[in-house]
């Protein structure tokens, strides 16, 4: 179990660091396209940009990934787990492969303008913009869940957990969510969003290098005895 366990370990954070390095390209908008970047990540795959087909290219292959990498870790949870925690493991890694299709997704329908520039309309009434949007909240709702999950299966662990354990997911989704609503308001609002976003996306990267080792912790654990 041990051998094989580190195994699975090496395999999928490997594949979860690729994938959130190509999902946290942001930066390199600062050299091919400085003005898109201070808005949403998405206005530099937005068409007629300059190398948006380079950061469409980068997002699709990040959410093949991350669906490889679940699928890879859904088959170690099936083979593994015991079935009181088999549920909740299964129900986090699809979250988390949902939100990789989704940004799959999402990248291959570009929006058609950026916010703000002559000829661009309202968000509310651009058609790009609402389906483009339907793809991103549909992926942050995927990964939500898989958070939410393991909170779940770490709060009901073996005790000797240390309490900083059980908090670090609930702290990531406290403040993923902030800096995700906080992009949101600044958007319908028609002001700067880069920053708070490029945030938003970094804790993203984050929960994905972080994922495997919370489900290989609680596969290891034996459950608190009931009393």
């Known amino acids: 179990m041990n051998s094989l366990f580190k ?3 090496l395999n999928v954070n490997a594949l979860m660091v690729v994938a959130a390095l190509l999902y946290s390209t942001w930066p390199l908008g600062y050299w091919f396209n400085p003005s898109a970047n201070q808005g949403l990540a998405s206005n530099l795959e937005a068409l007629s940009q300059p190398y948006n087909w380079l950061f469409i290219i980068l997002d699709v292959v990040s959410g093949l990934i991350i669906c490889y990498a679940c699928w890879k870790l859904f088959n170690f949870i099936n083979s593994n787990s015991v079935n009181k925690t088999r549920l909740g493991l299964r129900i986090t890694v ?19 303008c950026i916010q703000g520039t002559p000829g661009c309309l309202d ?20 990964l939500s869940v898989s958070i939410f999950c393991v909170w779940l299966l770490l709060f009901a662990r ?23 609503a906080f992009t949101a308001i600044l958007v319908f609002h028609n ?17 994905l290098v972080t994922l495997p080792y919370f489900v290989g912790q609680i596969i290891r654990l034996k459950p ?4």
């Open 94 to 112: 699809i979250g988390t492969g949902i939100f990789g299709l989704f940004t799959s997704i999402d990248a291959l329908l570009p929006l058609n």
């Open 158 to 180: 073996d005790k000797t957990i240390m309490r900083q354990a059980h908090l670090t997911p609930a702290m990531f989704m406290v403040i993923w969510l902030g800096f995700g």
């Open 123 to 142: 968000p509310l009434y651009n058609p790009y913009f609402i389906t483009h949007g339907i793809f991103s909240i549909g992926s942050i709702a995927g």
């Open 7 to 9: 195994s699975y370990t």
């Open 191 to 207: 002001q700067s969003s880069g920053n708070a976003q490029h945030v938003f996306i970094t804790f993203c990267s984050l929960w």
């Open 224 to 227: 608190t005895p009931v009393l």
